[in-house]
């Protein structure tokens, strides 16, 4: 096998596990809080984006507009999230979050990311960069293939 395609396959172990890792931690610090992963992502994306339609949070979130639609159901009703008569068409609704739902995506976030800091510090800051730097172009890479 050429030194590439071990590379790739390297790579692909790697992320794979780091993903998996991730989204077990995630479900269980996430947990806690009362939502599932999906509506925890569903927060982070109206705190990011401000208010969206149905149709522009699942394509942001990469997920259908039904299963977006139980997602969001659920922040509903647990009053993170409400709906509004969206301003640029009076016969559309988009969806923002309550007061309750920035606090608790920022709770959910604060606490993550010491988790991170936890995890980096005794990496270099040499070695953390060029991760990051690694990260954001793999990024870039994955989004142009699903067309994003």
Do not use: W
């Not at 997602?71 to 969206?86: C, M, N, P």
């Amino acid at each position: 096998m050429d030194s590439k395609l071990q590379r790739a396959e390297a790579l692909y172990e790697a992320v794979n596990q780091l993903i998996r890792v991730h989204q077990f931690r995630d479900r269980e610090s996430i947990y806690c809080h009362n939502v599932s992963v999906a509506q925890c992502y569903a927060l982070e994306t109206l705190v990011k984006r401000g208010p969206l339609r149905l149709k522009a949070l699942a394509e942001e979130m990469c997920l259908d507009k039904s299963t977006t639609s139980r997602v969001v159901d659920a922040l509903l009703r647990k009053g993170y999230a409400l709906k509004t008569l969206d301003p640029q068409d009076q016969r559309a609704v988009q969806l923002s979050l309550t007061a309750e739902g920035h606090a608790l995506y920022s709770t959910i976030r604060k606490s993550l990311i010491a988790e991170e800091a936890s995890m980096i510090a005794d990496i270099s800051d040499d070695v953390v960069d060029a991760a990051l730097e690694l990260l954001g172009k793999l990024t870039v890479a994955a989004r142009a293939r699903l067309g994003a």
